[in-house]
């Protein structure tokens, strides 16, 4: 297995999304870049839509994972519930580890 | 002849939207598909198959699927664990990639939305309504679901864990809402029918048939 197909994140570990700065056909929206959340599931191995969207040659599988956050940690002044949440998929390249507080 | 006033009224009136220019985009998006078909790289009965499956979806289909976990616990088990194979147990062939239930409970309301474009589990439900494709849903499920949801008509208490599901990539996604209280005489069929579009998206809730 090629090393950008390894998974390098489990279930409950804290990250944060990178901001990569990357143009194209990139499935990470703005608003969860530079948050930390937590893998809820491990998704299984896709095919990178920033490759994929251009039908480029020779391109793998990649792990995709289900971030959890707090709406609190996405929007400032949230006003909705305190337990409120939001999940998302995010492909591995843009995770980074993050220290548990 | 002397009706010619009548047939000119008719024509008048008649819809025309094959007589409407197309808009800049229209235009690309015919040029694009002609040279992607004159490459070789899609055909054009391929995209014919492919919008023919889309229509095949309803949201009858997600119907069956959450009336059929209400009346049957190890679907129910099975449904959660794997929503696609679980759909192809009662014969709908779901083409996405992967396909989640999301279980709402008393104290757990989900909501679904894609906001980088319009993801939605077509061969299953069939075409996203408009609003879901909307920016304004778009933007605002995610920033303010409550007040989204409250402008579908859904209050709910503070205490409840409003979850969003943003679907931006590979998976898609349906809701698996709560049984209404008073419809334990109600057959599957008929629990099915209390299941609409928007219970799967998590914009409405099943409501008991008023007596």
């Not at chain 2, 474009?117 to 309504?129: H, I």
């Not at chain 2, 007040?147 to 998976?171: C, Y």
């Not at chain 2, 898609?172 to 008929?190: D, H, K, N």
Request: charged share 25%; proline share 6%.
């Amino acid at each position: 297995m090629a090393a950008a197909a390894e998974p390098r994140f489990a279930v409950g570990d804290r990250v944060r999304i990178l901001d990569l700065g990357k143009a194209g056909h990139v499935r990470t929206p703005t608003y969860v870049r530079g948050r930390v959340g937590t893998i809820e599931r491990f998704c299984g191995l896709f095919e990178n839509p920033e490759e994929r969207a251009y039908g480029r040659e020779g391109r793998d599988r990649i792990p995709l994972y289900r971030v959890h956050f707090e709406q609190r940690e996405l929007w400032s002044g949230y006003g909705g519930g305190a337990h409120d949440t939001l999940e998302i998929e995010i492909y591995q390249h843009w995770l980074a580890p993050e220290e548990t507080p | 002849m002397n009706d010619t006033h009548e047939h000119s009224h008719a024509h008048e009136h008649a819809p025309s939207d094959d007589d409407v220019a197309l808009s800049e985009e229209e235009a690309k998006f015919i040029a694009l598909k002609n040279l992607l078909i004159e490459k070789g790289l899609i055909t054009a009965d391929a995209i014919r198959a492919r919008m023919e499956a889309d229509a095949r979806g309803t949201p009858h289909q997600g119907a069956r699927m959450v009336a059929k976990a209400w009346t049957d616990a190890n679907y129910k088990v099975r449904l959660l664990k794997d929503a696609k194979s679980a759909a192809l147990e009662l014969g709908i062939p779901v083409t996405e990639a992967a396909l989640v239930a999301l279980k709402n409970t008393p104290r757990l309301h989900n909501l679904i939305v894609c906001t980088l474009c319009s993801c939605y589990p077509r061969s299953l439900l069939g075409e996203p309504p408009a609003w879901y494709v909307s920016k304004a849903y778009r933007s605002r499920a995610v920033r303010e679901p409550r007040n989204v949801l409250a402008e579908f008509g859904i209050a709910l208490p503070a205490g409840t864990e409003v979850r969003v599901h943003d679907s931006n990539a590979d998976l898609r996604y349906i809701v698996l809402p709560m049984r209404p209280a008073g419809t334990e005489t109600l057959s599957e069929q008929q629990l099915a029918d209390l299941v609409t579009r928007d219970c799967l998206v998590g914009t409405a809730l099943p409501r008991a048939p008023s007596v």
